[in-house]
């Protein structure tokens, strides 16, 4: 499967924004748990939030679970983050993931998008 990120862009401290990742075209993330990361210049790429295939469990990074929450419609092939009170701090390339298994590690995803920009000025 090869997810597709969209959705990203600049915004101001305070907006919220909703990423999508979606398989491209003849793929689909149905059965597949998705994970988001994001990486800021310089930094390790960080967990945010992961789900299962059918939606029915969800992981958090501590830090972010109170402003960002992740979701799913299969029957649209697209998993979603919804992310709130932005920040400068949350500037990064975000990238959904996807493997069997929903976990925070990243060398546990094997199939990667290849990003979306998040800008945040203030």
């Known amino acids: 499967v090869q997810p597709e990120e969209s959705g990203g862009g600049l915004v101001q401290a305070g907006a919220s924004l909703r990423l999508s990742c979606a398989a491209a075209?003849?793929?689909?993330?149905?059965?597949?748990?998705v994970g988001w990361f994001r990486q800021a210049p310089g930094k390790e790429r960080e967990f945010i939030a992961a789900i299962t295939w059918s939606g029915g469990s969800t992981y958090y990074s501590d830090s972010l679970k109170d402003r960002f929450t992740i979701s799913r419609d299969n029957a649209k092939n697209e998993v979603y983050l919804q992310m709130g009170s932005l920040n400068p701090e949350d500037t990064a390339v975000y990238y959904c993931a996807a493997d069997r298994i929903a976990t925070m590690n990243p060398r546990d995803y094997e199939y990667w998008g290849q990003g979306t920009q998040v800008t945040v000025s203030s």
């Open positions: 075209s003849g793929d689909t993330l149905e059965d597949y748990a």
